[in-house]
């Protein structure tokens, strides 16, 4: 079947330096992506989401990038801070609900 | 904003046993669905209600039952709980089926069956 995965399955970067976080996907008729932050014990919460016509899309300090012809897409988080530790989630659609990714351990050490 | 309220936020059960997960949305959202969450699995699809009034099985829905009871409900029911069912249980909602929109999920239930 189709697979959404996670190339890392954990980070760490210093606080203030750049994260990029990677997810590849094999379903090619995937349309609408969106990463998820999960902070221990919570829910997954909504960080950015980027459909198939675009390739990239900025929000405040993350970027997502879309590499349709690798099925290849990333978060970039900007200037990472101690609350940005986190399990962090590709997911895709291209039915009826979203395919999560295993997720990406991200520790932001000091 | 409430958003998505799941309850309970706890449950022990033992083998055998039956439970209902409740799970209710304040944001008028047509779809709902049931995500079970285990280590090194991520976000596995239950079941989901694409609107009021539907259900459908998702990935591994073997072991549990749905009720979409109204637009703000929607129920996840395990008739006879098994070891393999502990894990983590989300519920989210979302705008639309068809709609290219976001997911919003709950604070989860942590489910332990002995």
């Known amino acids: 079947g189709e697979s959404v995965g996670l190339h890392l399955p954990t980070l760490s970067v210093q606080e203030g330096d750049n994260s990029i976080i990677n997810c590849a996907y094999s379903?090619?008729?995937?349309?609408?992506f969106i990463w998820y932050k999960q902070e221990s014990g919570k829910g997954p919460q909504f960080i950015i989401d980027i459909r198939s016509n675009m390739d990239k899309r900025q929000g405040q300090r993350v970027t997502v990038l879309l590499n349709k012809t690798v099925k290849h897409l990333s978060l970039q988080i900007a200037a990472t801070q101690p609350g940005d530790s986190a399990v962090y989630f590709c997911a895709e659609r291209s039915g009826y609900a979203l395919n999560f990714g295993k997720g990406t351990s991200l520790l932001v050490t000091p | 904003n409430a958003g998505v309220t799941q309850t309970p936020k706890f449950q022990v059960l033992k083998t055998g046993q039956s439970m209902t997960l409740q799970c209710a949305q304040d944001?008028?959202?047509?779809?709902m669905y049931w995500y079970r969450q285990d280590p090194g699995m991520g976000l596995r699809l239950i079941y989901y209600?694409?609107?009021?009034?539907?259900?459908d099985k998702g990935e591994v829905p073997n072991g549990y039952n749905v009720s979409r009871l109204n637009k703000r409900e929607f129920s996840l029911r395990l008739e006879s709980a098994a070891p393999s069912q502990t894990s983590v249980y989300f519920c989210a909602s979302s705008e639309a089926f068809v709609v290219n929109t976001e997911a919003f999920f709950g604070q989860g239930t942590r489910l332990t069956v002995v």
């Open positions: 379903n090619s008729a995937s349309d609408y």
């Open positions: 944001m008028n959202h047509n779809s």
């Open positions: 209600s694409a609107s009021e009034g539907t259900t």
